[in-house]
């Protein structure tokens, strides 16, 4: 059974640092993977999305890794801004189900 | 293009009473997902739809909860009787197609659940 966790659970920085979030997955037979935001009371944001073939992704300040044999993936943010300050979750999609199993994801403070 | 539309928000009730949720997913969007996310938690699937037929109930309490997607668009959750340990955002998410698809999920706002 497909187990993913994040570390750390919760990650305080001032405004302009560099920054990275850490997944790990226990199964290494995925289809795809996907990074979330999820701000207070709202659903979730797909940020970028990563198939099985390939090693990273990157948008605007974001950038996602993946090393599958590793069973880990990173999401890098480049020059944090307090507006980024959200819980960030990662979801893997195996290649026996059709559903993604997330993380408990990281909740992200940029302090002004 | 309008996104994932879920209600209520917000629901209080007390256990042992019955609730029900709606959902309209993105217009022309196949699959229909209904996620449990429990406070501190990421969320955990409890059914996938694919028009309207289910294609994963597996982590579905079926003993208190029931889904369906009449037409294959709209979708509503019940759960009766609710458990104190329902307490829980419940989300909705819909996607082109399925497990094919590179295309990520589109996630509604949820509806906050809280039993007394």
């Known amino acids: 059974k497909q187990e993913v966790t994040q570390i750390p659970a919760a990650l305080s920085v001032p405004e302009g640092e560099n920054l990275v979030l850490n997944c790990s997955f226990t199964d290494s037979a995925i289809y795809n993977l996907q990074w979330f935001r999820q701000d207070p009371g709202k659903g979730l944001t797909s940020l970028l999305l990563i198939q099985s073939s390939q090693r990273e992704q990157t948008s605007g300040r974001l950038n996602a890794s993946l090393d599958k044999s590793s069973g880990r993936s990173t999401l890098y943010i480049a020059a944090s801004q307090p507006g980024d300050s959200a819980t960030y979750l990662c979801a893997v999609r195996d290649n026996y189900g059709q559903n993604f199993v997330f993380g408990p994801g990281t909740r992200l403070s940029v302090l002004p | 293009e309008a996104g994932v539309a879920q209600s209520p928000r917000y629901k209080i009730i007390e256990k042992r009473q019955s609730v029900a949720f709606w959902c309209n997913p993105i217009s022309g969007h196949a699959t229909l997902y209904w996620y449990q996310q429990i406070l501190g938690q990421g969320p955990k699937l409890l059914i996938q739809?694919?028009?309207?037929?289910?294609?994963?109930d597996s982590q579905l309490p079926k003993d208190r909860f029931s889904a369906e997607r009449l037409k294959g668009v709209d979708s509503t959750l019940k759960i009766q009787p609710a458990k104190l340990e329902d307490s829980a955002v419940y989300l909705c998410a819909s996607s082109p197609i399925g497990r094919e698809s590179n295309q990520p999920q589109h996630f509604g706002d949820g509806t906050r659940l809280s039993i007394l």
């Open positions: 739809f694919q028009n309207n037929g289910v294609v994963d």
